[in-house]
């Protein structure tokens, strides 16, 4: 192979390299010559977003899907700053990205010049690691390191900027082969003697329960195989956060739905009875945990993480077992079988009795009467008529997200991408097309609320171009639901700002960008509208217009403990103090 | 040991070795990182500190090994025994970071500073700023006929004494280094 070569075709090569399939990018002056190398050759695709932060997350659902990396293009100044709410949104969530920007010359550096911004200054606390490329010889190892390190312990977005004039002169490239041995090598393989002191805590544990993160899905499928193994041969309950979702499935036997400030009562009432909890790739999120100081009061926590920082830092681990969590999950299966595949079978069966009786109090329990579709409805009955179907779900952020994860049922990992850490409104639409990319015969639905959607629905230009049947699924109820639930709940329902007026019309927006729209607003109407949505050969705007002042219960009031739920038929009023208030 | 009696927040099974992570009692700890000697290296440590709140009481850094292009930086810091934890393991997450060293905890060390005072008078004055030099064993490095320059190394405390004693006899300026550690012992 013809190793001199200009920058610019380095990073193609590059990429090809590390087999990537498709680049979701924006142009601009400072990647000039990267895009005339794209424009010379057909295996890598490149999609063209239509705001730098749709490419972002677009390679968030397409990495996420597949558990592969994302790769992103975009040009300097203004094309790197529009990538930083991604970045972080991928830092929190832990998804692998890696993302090129081009930058100015190496000889205007410094100048203000036209389109400079300190990328890797502005990125350096967003992302895993990032590089400034001076010199066209580092640049093929760098993208290769890039790689290496966005994938590799916990997983997480880089960026490589590379100045103009590094693009246009000629250097050697090194093969991902060629690498010097890298400096980046997390540990993956647990401690023995700690995995052998968990299995310990298994056997006799009275009131167990699993507690699982995104970790497990980012440690792959064969981890989640894993879990479930190791979950039905134990009989040990299991909640998930939101990022963890599908890795055990919502149909299995043990499953107790998502825990935390809207999940299940019986979820969290059981972390909080609990004797041992096994955290698996979690971190104790505050959004998890409700006041720190009452966490768990009885239990033994054993945490399980590939990042030693996630140890300690939110609550004390009793037993700590640094390590990929498929590694440790394989270890400890074998330990805990050649120990006799013993668990405290007694104590286990009044330990379902007692979650049975709390399965009892049916927390998500909700009336759907008259006219008015409430956003729950809507959601059980997309669930009805999809579930049999080869279904990828993104959201956006708000009540619709936590409903989304409490009514839809996940089964499998990967299939659920949602911003879970960051929160980032706007997440939903470019991810869901990313994840069409990835996966184009699959069925794939952004659950979407009127406010988040309209962050980033240019995006549906980009959708139309490349011909990504995806579906927004709008629950519609003109508010921005979750904060106007907040002043009902702690502002005495003075409820600033979160109206907006003047909403357009989804079905005549559908017509503008060419696509299909549909509206529905009666009950009787909704399941034939849903299954024209499902039918459309291409991508759909559905506009579901839902209860407006409907609240998403339970919910653990900032600043309570697990077992102080707001249910949806309790008093609300005054239920959140002061302290609570800042929390929010 | 009976692994079901471990006490809550015992430091027998945990990641480290801690003392008590609930302590709220502030520690001062002497970290010292070796680093890759790479571009943005030392923002990226510095930043850390400031993006998630903890304090810098004093910092080092210069290239220690050319040819392996690797630097040392020695940071004082205080937090809780949490909080310290904390900090050693989000050092060790950053990818040019080799190796996070706490001396406070992992034995005798030595820590030495550097400081350049300069202190103007006459007659009696400056006498008695010399005579007290020479008792701290500081070096004149630059003098006039109205002025010294002293030079010392040592503890932070004696440096902080020396120039508690100068200052009524004309101190105008202060330089100090920060710390630099190491253990003690091969």
């Given at each position: 192979m013809e190793r001199q070569m200009s920058g610019a075709k380095m990073i193609i090569q590059a990429l090809k390299d590390q087999d990537v399939e498709v680049v979701f990018g924006y142009p601009g002056g400072a990647v000039l010559p990267i895009y005339d190398e794209i424009f010379l050759q057909n295996d890598i695709r490149h999609i063209l977003v239509r705001h730098e932060q749709g490419a972002l997350h677009a390679a968030e659902g397409y990495a996420r899907s597949t558990g592969k990396p994302g790769v992103v293009l975009v040009t300097s100044g203004p094309g790197a700053t529009n990538a930083v709410t991604g970045l972080t949104d991928a830092l929190l969530d832990s998804i692998p990205l890696v993302v090129l920007t081009g930058q100015v010359p190496t000889f205007m550096i410094g100048n203000d010049a036209f389109q400079e911004a300190d990328t890797v200054g502005i990125t350096r606390p967003c992302t895993k690691h990032n590089w400034l490329v001076k010199d066209t010889n580092d640049l093929a190892a760098t993208i290769h390191e890039g790689f290496h390190i966005a994938t590799s312990g916990r997983p997480g977005p880089v960026l490589i900027d590379i100045p103009k004039d590094v693009q246009f002169a000629d250097g050697t490239y090194t093969p991902?082969?060629?690498?010097?041995?890298?400096r980046y090598n997390p540990v993956v393989k647990g401690d023995i003697e700690k995995i052998t002191a968990l299995a310990e805590l298994i056997e006799r544990a009275e009131k167990p329960i699993f507690y699982t993160g995104g970790g497990v899905i980012n440690s792959g499928v064969g981890a989640s195989q894993l879990l479930r193994e190791l979950t039905d041969a134990t009989g040990i309950p299991i909640t998930s956060t939101l990022m963890g979702l599908g890795a055990y499935p919502a149909?299995?036997?043990?499953w107790l739905g998502m825990l935390g400030m809207h999940g299940l009562y019986e979820a969290n009432m059981a972390m909080h009875g609990s004797d041992l909890i096994i955290c698996v790739g979690a971190r104790f999120d505050d959004r998890i945990t409700g006041r720190v100081e009452d966490f768990a009061p009885d239990a033994n926590i054993v945490h399980i993480d590939i990042d030693p920082s996630s140890i300690n830092k939110i609550i004390p681990a009793d037993l700590a077992i640094i390590g990929d969590v498929g590694h440790v999950l394989e270890d400890l299966l074998k330990v805990w079988k050649s120990r006799g595949r013993k668990t405290n079978k007694p104590a286990l069966k009044k330990w379902w009795g007692q979650i049975d009786e709390w399965k009892a109090r049916k927390c998500l329990a909700y009336t759907q009467k008259g006219k008015i579709i409430k956003p729950q409805y809507a959601l059980e009955r997309l669930q009805a008529l999809t579930q049999d179907m080869d279904r990828y779900i993104t959201t956006e952020v708000g009540q619709h997200q936590m409903w989304a994860a409490q009514y839809l049922k996940f089964d499998e990992p990967n299939r659920l991408m949602t911003s879970g850490g960051l929160g980032t409104m706007g997440y939903g639409t470019p991810s869901s097309m990313g994840v069409q990319m990835a996966h184009p015969d699959s069925l794939v639905i952004n659950i979407a609320g009127e406010g988040s959607w309209l962050m980033n629905m240019q995006e549906m230009g980009t959708a139309m171009q490349y011909r990504l049947r995806t579906k927004q699924f709008i629950l519609n109820n003109e508010r921005l639901g979750m904060v106007r639930q907040w002043q009902e709940l702690l502002h005495n329902e003075r409820y600033s700002e979160t109206w907006q007026e003047a909403l357009p019309d989804f079905v005549k927006l559908a017509d503008a960008f060419g696509c299909k729209g549909i509206r529905v607003s009666d009950p009787d109407d909704l399941d034939d509208a849903i299954k024209d949505m499902l039918a459309y050969d291409g991508p759909v705007i559905f506009d579901c217009l839902v209860e407006k002042h409907e609240n998403c219960f339970p919910m653990i009031p900032s600043g309570a403990p697990h077992n102080e739920m707001l249910m949806g038929d309790a008093n609300t009023q005054d239920a959140i103090g002061d302290s609570g208030a800042v929390l929010v | 040991m009976s692994v079901l009696n471990i006490k809550k927040g015992s430091s027998a099974h945990s990641a480290y070795d801690l003392k008590?992570?609930?302590?709220?009692v502030i520690e001062s700890h002497t970290l010292t990182i070796l680093v890759d000697n790479e571009a943005g290296v030392l923002a990226r440590v510095i930043g850390l500190f400031s993006g998630r709140g903890y304090n810098i009481e004093s910092l080092t850094v210069a290239e220690i090994n050319g040819e392996y292009h690797q630097s040392r930086i020695t940071i004082v810091t205080t937090g809780t025994p949490q909080v310290i934890e904390q900090i050693k393991a989000q050092l060790g997450?950053?990818?040019?970071?080799?190796k996070v060293h706490d001396l406070t905890v992992e034995g005798p060390y030595v820590e030495r500073e550097l400081a350049m005072f300069k202190v103007s008078g006459t007659g009696d004055q400056r006498v008695e700023a010399l005579r007290l030099a020479d008792i701290f064993r500081a070096n004149v490095v630059d003098s006039t006929l109205e002025s010294f320059v002293f030079e010392m190394t040592g503890k932070s405390e004696k440096i902080d004494a020396f120039a508690e004693l100068m200052r009524p006899l004309g101190l105008q300026e202060t330089a100090r280094t920060g710390v630099a550690a190491m253990a003690r012992g091969a």
């Open positions: 991902p082969t060629d690498m010097a041995k890298n149909s299995g036997e043990n | 008590d992570p609930n302590s709220m997450r950053i990818i040019p970071v080799h």
